[in-house]
């Protein structure tokens, strides 16, 4: 009599770990894909170590080429994810205050914890934000930076309109993403230089970046602010 009690109790366990499991594995599935869909991987962690660390030597020539672009002042880099680009840009340019915006909580732990074992914590802040509502103060900055962020975006044009408003007039956006024939599936056609001209910067300048050796796999879109009438 007991052990056939047992056997229900232990069946009806199994049962019920068995369908919480499944309804979980759906949860993680669904969100597997809907990742896979925005170019992106399940978890910050993932990213980091897959797609990220291949990446080193492109983030260490547009590091010095941000450095050259600007040599001192204030730098946001939008999308900066684990932080790979902001610890290596803070390293070339030690005039350069980085602050780094991302949307994901769990990229920015990862960021920051990256930037205290670089001891870079002084001059090298993260911060939560979404690019369609950053969280600065209008003409904050000198130079925004951004790798493989903007084809994320929900609406790219609406980035550009922050990314204009928290630039000081004068002030260049250098935004490196993917190159059109691999993100224009997502946007539908939507293409950069178009997007620059209708965007507060009134148009701006859309160079191919040959990356691994030469091929064409980047853009880099250039966006100024106009100096204001009569400064
Ligand atoms: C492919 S990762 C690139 C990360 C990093 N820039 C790099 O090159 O390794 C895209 C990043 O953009 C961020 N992102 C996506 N949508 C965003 C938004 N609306 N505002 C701010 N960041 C966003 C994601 O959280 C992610 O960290």
Known sequence: MLARRRFWLVLVALLSAAILYRNRLRTYLEQVSANVCAFDLPTAGMYDA????ALEGFYARVAGETAAAFPRGRVLEVGSGPG???VRLAQEAPNVAVTGVDISEAMVERAARRVAEANLTGRLRFEVGDVGALPFADG?????????SLHHWPDPSRGLVEVHRVLKPGGEARIYDL???????AHGGNRLS???EASPFGGGEVEVVRWPKAVPAFVLLRLRRKEEAGL
């Open 50 to 53: 897959l797609v990220a660390s």
């Open 140 to 148: 904050e900055f000198d130079g925004v930076v951004s790798t493989l």
């Open 179 to 185: 190159a059109h024939w691999l993100w224009l599936p």
């Open 84 to 86: 790979r680009l902001a």
């Open 194 to 196: 178009m997007m620059a």
